[in-house]
């Protein structure tokens, strides 16, 4: 199925966090992390709440750094420290009623090929893992941190006619 298609029947979005929404890089500061987020990725994020849509975070990272950052933007919940992503997803299933043919994943390396074999719609970044992007309906031309979430979710809400509409012009 084409994958445009695809997007006119999302209502979730589900995204991993490190080479996702940051490049992967991490530098190590004592005793905390610091990574880079992209502006364009966190204001499509919180325009899509703001329309609705039930946007998570599953990570392998501990940060509630994060966690905090993405809740404030509108994000339903942020699950870290998730080792099985695909485990994650059904518990978000029973707490949140959502469903994977309605859902858009996108994640980078090998821990979220499980997840993206059961979801709906997978995207990748186009710095993924050769194994992710042999599996995924799109790859976008953005890398990890660069506002590859932003492509997916803008693509996703012009499909259906809701980009730039109620919302767009206010943070």
Same mark, same amino acid.
């Given at each position: 199925m084409n994958y445009k298609i695809k997007l006119k029947t999302i209502d979730c979005f589900i995204f991993d966090v490190d080479g996702v929404l940051t490049n992967g890089s991490v530098l190590i500061n004592g005793t905390d992390y610091q990574r880079s987020i992209h502006v364009k990725d966190s204001y499509a994020i919180q325009y899509a709440a703001k329309l609705g849509y039930k946007i998570f975070l599953i990570t392998g990272g501990e940060s509630e750094? *994060?966690?905090?950052?993405? *809740?404030?933007?509108? @994000?339903?919940? @942020?699950?870290?420290? !998730? !080792?099985?992503?695909?485990? @994650?997803?059904e518990q978000l299933v029973k707490a949140f009623g959502v469903t994977a043919e309605r859902s858009l994943y996108m994640g980078d390396d090998i821990p979220d090929i499980p997840l993206m074999k059961i979801i709906g719609t997978t995207t990748a970044p186009q710095d993924a893992s050769i194994d992710v992007k042999a599996l995924v309906d799109y790859i976008s031309p953005l890398n990890g941190g660069m506002g590859c979430v932003r492509d997916v979710i803008e693509q996703t809400l012009r499909v259906q006619g809701k980009w730039l509409g109620d919302g767009a012009f206010t943070w």
């Open positions: 750094f *994060i966690r905090k950052t993405y *809740i404030k933007l509108g @994000v339903t919940d @942020v699950r870290l420290e !998730s !080792s099985n992503k695909k485990e @994650v997803f």
